[in-house]
């Protein structure tokens, strides 16, 4: 059975950073495309970013295109989003998933973006 493990949410300011990880087992990692997912309060769920097994492809969602930086250590079995320039409308929990659509995710970190 899939785990996965976020950590690293909090409360930061506008403008600010954060760098989420998920610790992940039970399933080949290194073999599995990974994505990350968001839960703004009141929303559904919004895919957020994409990496292919090995890497070499990364996609983003517009509204976080150039801010967040999605990467993976194959051998950690370890997923990160690393967001830079945190607006107000990023607030939401985190998960990160084996699927576009979040069918198979963590717990969730909450990401907490005010002044």
């Known amino acids: 059975q899939v785990q996965l493990v976020e950590s690293g949410g909090g409360l930061v300011q506008p403008g600010g950073s954060l760098r989420l990880s998920c610790a992940a087992s039970r399933f080949p990692f290194s073999k599995t495309w990974m994505y990350w997912v968001r839960q703004a309060p009141g929303k559904g769920l919004e895919w957020v970013s994409s990496?292919?097994?090995?890497?070499?492809?990364?996609e983003y969602t517009t509204s976080v295109k150039g801010r967040f930086t999605i990467a993976r250590d194959n051998a950690k079995n370890t997923l990160y989003l690393q967001m830079n320039n945190l607006k107000l409308e990023d607030t939401a929990v985190y998960y990160c998933a084996t699927d576009r659509t979040g069918g198979s995710r963590g717990r969730g970190t909450q990401v907490t973006v005010s002044s």
């Open positions: 990496i292919a097994p090995g890497g070499e492809s990364t």
